[in-house]
């Protein structure tokens, strides 16, 4: 027994045997829920997640608690197991510092990450919301909340982000009266604004801040003062910038 109390796996061949079957489950469902696979596959989630952290294993990626290809040409910028289970602690302490400004009857924007799934975990049942997406970990958990509509904006997927984009989801977004928008980063500068990884979200974050009426960026501290590769706002566009660590920190409303 090794010391989380699983049987010890000294034969890569088994662990090969299992990354076969889970590509195959991917393959097939394009994302899998890591206890779902676990379960397919006969074997526990801890286990799974340890065939995913070795190297044999770049191909896949862990977001959000599913299962999901991960890309060729991008992953050296932005690799999601390592993402999603990074600065847990700060972004569930953001997370829920950010859920305080949904209200009973409003309409949310929920950008894509690792930091969301944490947000989505934080608003209180009890409120009536229409959650409005493109990620797939995002919409699978608004999807199982009660009392909540879900808007989940299509298009071609993205497996680097868990993402969905197309043009006409776009203006289909710029159309939605949305009331608080939340909103992620892979940095944030006060001189340079708010950045991401991919060039596809762009147009989706930007149609999201010019329709919503409050506009928060979620982010846990390990992405400040830094700048990603594709640049969506200025600093000047949020009412507030809420991080980590516990219990959770607006900065303010950005001097504009």
């Known amino acids: 027994m090794d010391s989380n109390g699983e049987?010890?796996?000294?034969?890569?061949?088994?662990?090969?045997?299992?990354?076969?079957?889970?590509?195959?489950?991917?393959?097939?469902?394009?994302?899998?829920?890591?206890?779902s696979a676990a379960a397919d596959i006969g074997v526990s989630a801890m286990t799974l997640r340890r065939d995913l952290a070795a190297a044999g294993a770049r191909d896949l990626a862990l977001l959000g608690g599913h299962v999901t290809s991960a890309p060729a040409g991008d992953a050296a910028l932005y690799v999601l197991t390592r993402e999603a289970e990074a600065r847990v602690a700060a972004k569930r302490a953001a997370a829920r510092a950010a859920a305080r400004f949904a209200s009973d009857g409003a309409t949310l924007f929920v950008d894509c990450g690792t930091t969301m799934p944490y947000l989505i975990a934080s608003l209180a049942p009890r409120l009536a919301l229409t959650i409005v997406c493109y990620a797939l970990n995002i919409a699978t958990l608004a999807a199982n909340r009660p009392r909540t509509r879900l808007i989940l904006l299509g298009g071609a997927f993205h497996p680097s982000s868990a993402t969905f984009y197309a043009e006409e989801e776009v203006r289909r977004l710029a159309a939605l009266r949305i009331d608080v928008g939340f909103f992620s980063a892979g940095g944030v500068d006060r001189a340079r604004g708010a950045s991401c990884f991919h060039f596809h979200e762009v147009p989706i974050k930007q149609a999201a801040l010019a329709a919503a009426a409050r506009r928060y960026l979620v982010v846990d501290e390990s992405k400040l003062n830094r700048t990603a590769p594709a640049p969506f706002a200025p600093w000047e566009a949020f009412d507030a910038i809420i991080t980590g660590p516990p219990p959770g920190r607006p900065l303010g409303r950005p001097p504009r």
């Open 7 to 35: 049987p010890r796996d000294p034969t890569p061949p088994r662990r090969a045997a299992r990354l076969a079957r889970l590509r195959v489950l991917v393959g097939q469902r394009g994302a899998v829920h890591l206890a």
